[in-house]
């Protein structure tokens, strides 16, 4: 991939998990108050770990530690992506809000893994 087209799919890539992770703070505003410290605290934390550790890993000068945080990052997602599935189960999230977010997870998902697999080459 050509710095220049690497440097615009990292700008987008940042794009979509900053709108993601608002969206996850945004959708958790409504859920009960007991689930302040269970699911609510969980998936923030989890939502802003998918677009930290992607930033701190682009950071840094290393091929195999990029590749960790890449890793990390991804781990994050798939754990928000089951998360939001426990709050749609849950009847914490309305069934559009889940397909909306979980939509948002698989693109965020799918240009993740290109990063970790062009890691592989």
Same mark, same amino acid.
Request: without cysteine; glycine residues 4%.
């Given at each position: +991939?050509?710095?220049?087209?690497?440097?615009?799919? =990292?700008?987008?890539?940042?794009i979509? +998990?900053?709108?993601?992770? =608002?969206?996850? *703070?945004? /959708?958790? &505003?409504?859920?009960?108050?007991?689930?302040? @410290?269970?699911?609510?605290?969980?998936?923030?934390?989890?939502?802003?770990?998918?677009? /930290?550790?992607?930033?701190?890993?682009?950071? &840094?000068?290393? #091929? $195999?530690? *990029?590749?960790?945080?890449?890793?990390?990052? *991804?781990?994050s %997602?798939?754990?928000?992506?089951?998360? /939001?599935?426990?709050? *749609? $189960? !849950?009847?914490? %999230?309305?069934?559009? #809000? @889940?397909?909306k977010?979980?939509?948002m997870? #698989?693109?965020?998902?799918? +240009?993740?893994?290109?990063?970790? !697999?062009? &890691?592989?080459?």
């Open positions: +991939m050509e710095q220049n087209n690497k440097g615009q799919f =990292h700008d987008i890539l940042k979509k +998990m900053d709108d993601f992770v =608002h969206l996850i *703070y945004k /959708l958790t &505003r409504d859920f009960p108050k007991e689930e302040l @410290y269970g699911v609510v605290s969980q998936i923030r934390r989890a939502a802003l770990s998918i677009i /930290l550790n992607y930033i701190e890993g682009y950071a &840094r000068q290393k #091929d $195999k530690v *990029y590749k960790n945080f890449l890793e990390i990052s *991804y781990g %997602l798939k754990e928000v992506k089951y998360l /939001l599935f426990f709050s *749609y $189960k !849950e009847n914490y %999230l309305s069934k559009f #809000d @889940y397909q977010s979980l939509k997870a #698989d693109e965020i998902g799918a +240009m993740l893994w290109k990063t970790i !697999e062009a &890691r592989n080459t």
